[in-house]
């Protein structure tokens, strides 16, 4: 079983770059989709990038693309968000997920992913 531990968050100012780390434990991780998510206060959990477990190809929501990157080290287990041009909209905690199963649903929506970490916090102050 995969386990995901999220870092790198923090705070700093609109303009700013940031670069998040996820850390699966687990030999399988090279299998799986991988995404991350951001929740504010408030709001809905949120898609914001997503790559898969073969090719690498990537998806970005809207208000994230030409900002932030999404990476993978498969030899090392982790996936990466680098973000850049921080905005204090991107206030929010930001999760990695893992899709580890066959699902339906489409790999933006957060119901495809079945593994969580627990988070790391990101706040971009105006």
């Known amino acids: 079983q995969v386990q995901l531990v999220e870092s790198g968050g923090g705070l700093v100012q609109a303009g700013a770059s940031l670069r998040l780390s996820c850390d699966a434990s687990?030999?399988?991780?090279?299998?799986?989709?991988m995404g991350w998510f951001r929740q504010a206060p408030g709001k809905e959990r949120e898609f914001v990038a997503t790559i898969s477990a073969n090719t690498g190809s990537t998806d970005y929501a809207d208000s994230v693309k030409g900002r932030f990157t999404i990476s993978r080290d498969n030899a090392k287990s982790t996936v990466y968000l680098q973000m850049n041009s921080l905005r204090p909209e991107d206030t929010a905690v930001y999760y990695c997920a893992a899709k580890t199963r066959f699902t339906s649903w489409t790999v933006t929506s957060r119901r495809a992913y079945d593994l969580w970490g627990q988070g790391t916090q990101v706040t971009v102050s105006s």
């Open positions: 687990g030999a399988t991780f090279a299998n799986y989709r």
